[in-house]
């Protein structure tokens, strides 16, 4: 994902709707997939080990999707609120870095089984995600580099926030 969105980034493209339901998996050893219902997908894919798999991710739906003419250019708010950045739900000027932020959501999403910010109002989302405070709370220990890119994913001040380079 990092490298797909590093590619569009090139481009001058921001996708502005990166979450999980916009990654795609192809099983290029598994034609057989294309005939199978929604159900039988979805128990293939639970014996699927995906640390020993062939398997390609791809970035779809840029439906949402900008070219980015300036540095300077003030876009529109757009895109999912559980994925979306601090500046993306001010409605302000943001850059590439949006995606960089739903990358770090999609992470902890993989991780912990649900999204970093959530709230049954939308102001409460907002509060939420703009002061940036998520808790890991794993059954099993991840890296010291996963959590450090994990945290400059996350960070609610775009200049902080890592660049995908």
């Known amino acids: 994902m990092v490298h797909g969105i590093r590619d569009i980034w090139k481009l001058n493209i921001i996708h502005r709707d990166m979450?999980?339901?916009?990654?795609?998996?192809?099983?290029?050893?598994?034609?057989?997939?294309?005939?199978?219902?929604?159900?039988?997908?979805?128990?293939?894919?639970?014996?699927?080990?995906?640390?020993?798999?062939?398997?390609?991710?791809?970035?779809?739906?840029?439906?949402?999707?900008?070219?980015?003419?300036s540095t300077t250019q003030q876009l529109s708010i757009c895109g999912t609120p559980l994925y979306s950045s601090p500046q993306l739900l001010k409605k302000r000027g943001y850059t590439s870095k949006v995606d960089t932020w739903a990358i770090g959501v999609m992470l902890y999403e993989l991780l912990m089984g649900v999204t970093p910010f959530h709230a049954y109002e939308m102001k409460d989302l907002i509060?939420?995600?703009?002061?940036?405070?998520?808790?890991?709370?794993?059954?099993?220990?991840?890296?010291?580099?996963?959590?450090?890119?994990?945290?400059?994913?996350?960070q609610t001040n775009e200049n902080d926030r890592l660049n995908m380079d």
Request: charged share 25%.
């Open 19 to 69: 979450k999980l339901a916009n990654i795609l998996l192809h099983f290029p050893d598994h034609p057989e997939l294309g005939a199978m219902t929604k159900n039988e997908k979805r128990t293939w894919m639970g014996g699927v080990d995906l640390r020993s798999a062939n398997f390609e991710a791809k970035i779809s739906d840029f439906g949402l999707s900008t070219i980015l003419e």
């Open 127 to 154: 509060n939420k995600i703009n002061e940036g405070k998520y808790m890991l709370k794993l059954d099993e220990p991840i890296t010291i580099e996963c959590a450090l890119f994990l945290s400059q994913c996350l």
